[in-house]
């Protein structure tokens, strides 16, 4: 009698499972056509059992944790892109900016271009102001001033 015990524990267990399931194939449940959609499921292919809502559920699920992760790739990607031309754009402005002040100037140096303005105008001026007896006498004469 106990060599029979095990296998009929184990027989009535697999019939429950199996009618478990066969339950589930045949109890009608309705099927939002919303998780048909997101599911991504064939609407005519679909019978409103609760295996096939189960079913549907668990798809959607996967859909969504996939969906999930792609995003976070996504965003993942954009972010190091966006490292990427930040850091090359700071480059290139650091570079112009020293550029600038090389030619230009900043508030503690001036640059080239400053120093030879300022210094063609100081020869400018001098020169206006300045001059020797001699162009003075030039000057007289052609503005007819004997």
């Given at each position: 009698?106990?060599?029979?015990?095990?296998?009929?524990?184990?027989?009535?267990?697999?019939?429950?499972?199996?009618?478990?399931?066969?339950?589930?194939?045949?109890?009608?449940?309705?099927?939002?056509?919303?998780?048909?959609?997101?599911?991504?499921?064939?609407?005519?292919?679909?019978?409103?059992?609760?295996?096939?809502?189960?079913?549907?559920?668990?798809?959607?699920?996967?859909?969504?944790?996939?969906?999930?992760?792609?995003?976070?790739?996504?965003?993942?990607?954009?972010?190091?892109?966006?490292?990427?031309?930040?850091?090359?754009?700071?480059?290139?402005?650091?570079?112009?900016?020293?550029?600038?002040?090389?030619?230009?100037?900043?508030?503690?140096?001036?640059?080239?271009?400053?120093?030879?303005?300022?210094?063609?105008?100081?020869?400018?001026?001098?020169?206006r102001f300045i001059r020797s007896p001699h162009e003075k006498?030039?000057?007289?004469?052609?503005?007819?001033?004997?």
């Open positions: 009698m106990k060599k029979w015990i095990v296998p009929v524990i184990c027989l009535v267990g697999m019939f429950a499972l199996g009618c478990q399931s066969l339950i589930n194939r045949i109890t009608p449940s309705e099927t939002p056509k919303r998780l048909v959609k997101y599911a991504q499921a064939d609407p005519n292919a679909v019978w409103p059992t609760l295996h096939t809502a189960m079913s549907l559920r668990t798809d959607a699920i996967i859909k969504h944790r996939d969906t999930q992760l792609n995003i976070r790739r996504l965003a993942e990607d954009d972010k190091n892109e966006f490292g990427d031309v930040i850091e090359a754009v700071d480059v290139s402005i650091g570079e112009a900016k020293a550029l600038q002040d090389k030619w230009v100037g900043s508030e503690a140096q001036p640059g080239i271009l400053w120093s030879m303005v300022l210094g063609g105008l100081g020869l400018w001026t001098g020169g006498e030039l000057e007289k004469k052609v503005n007819g001033n004997s």
